[in-house]
């Protein structure tokens, strides 16, 4: 987020040193070409078109430091790099046309032209701002929808992050269910040789019982036969 800050500080230095290069390019097309002459107006001329290099240079610098600014930021900060370059054009032009004009036939044209020329540079103007508030306001529906789609994008995030924590939570108590599976079948097993050990010792009490009662049997038949031959 830092990042973001510092980028967004160092295009508004760009943007106010472009702001006051662009004043002073102001000042010398509309106030001193035109009420200057020979080389004072040669050397305006001459300093006027390095203050228009000037400003292409912040837009460079500009265009530069835009490259690492977050993508919902940078769209805002593209739109007004736009209108920065088409107002370094104008001045391009102005300047060309201003330069055209010689310095006798300027009051000429001016009284020629009158209030023509103020009512056309005020459409004018009024124009460049009417496109000016458009793309102001086309940014700020784009910087909208990026924060929309910032936020749809934080929330998928975050549903991802339930969804990876739910499948843990599942996996885990798959992992429990499969142990108390294999703990039953251990149990089972158990059992069953528990079952067979128990049938085994019911065999051998039912064999003792029957040799037992065989034995029992001999015996009274002993008995009987002695007193039978002691009697007879």
């Known amino acids: 987020?830092?990042?973001?800050?510092?980028?967004?500080?160092?295009?508004?230095?760009?943007?106010?040193?472009?702001?006051?290069?662009?004043?002073?390019?102001?000042?010398?097309?509309?106030?001193?070409?035109?009420?200057?002459?020979?080389?004072?107006r040669k050397a305006t001329i001459r300093a006027t078109e390095r203050d228009i290099d000037e400003a292409d240079e912040i837009l460079g610098q500009m265009e530069m430091e835009i490259l690492n600014v977050p993508a919902?930021?940078?769209?805002?900060?593209?739109?007004?790099?736009?209108?920065?370059?088409?107002?370094?054009?104008?001045?391009?032009?102005?300047?060309?046309?201003?330069?055209?004009?010689?310095?006798?036939?300027?009051?000429e044209r001016d009284e020629l032209l009158?209030?023509?020329?103020?009512?056309?540079?005020?459409?004018?103007?009024?124009s460049t701002?009417?496109?000016?508030?458009r793309l102001l306001s086309g940014t700020e529906r784009l910087g909208e929808s990026s924060r929309r789609l910032e936020d749809s994008h934080r929330l998928a995030l975050e549903t991802e992050g339930i969804g990876i924590n739910i499948l843990s939570t599942l996996k885990g108590q798959r992992e429990t269910m499969l142990r108390a599976r294999d703990t039953l079948s251990e149990a089972d097993s158990?059992?069953?040789k528990a079952s067979k050990t128990l049938k085994g010792m019911a065999r051998r009490m039912a064999t003792n019982k029957m040799i037992t009662a065989a034995i029992i049997l001999i015996l009274i038949a002993l008995i009987v036969l002695v007193i039978w031959t002691k009697l007879f």
């Open 129 to 133: 701002m009417d496109q000016r508030q």
């Open 114 to 126: 009158g209030d023509y020329a103020n009512s056309s540079q005020s459409d004018l103007d009024a």
């Open 72 to 107: 919902p930021s940078r769209t805002r900060l593209q739109a007004k790099l736009r209108l920065f370059k088409s107002e370094a054009e104008k001045m391009k032009r102005d300047l060309r046309r201003v330069s055209a004009v010689a310095p006798n036939r300027a009051s």
């Open 1 to 40: 987020m830092a990042s973001s800050t510092g980028g967004s500080d160092l295009f508004q230095n760009y943007e106010q040193d472009f702001q006051t290069v662009t004043d002073g390019v102001r000042q010398k097309i509309d106030q001193q070409i035109p009420s200057q002459t020979g080389e004072q």
């Open 190 to 192: 158990y059992i069953d």
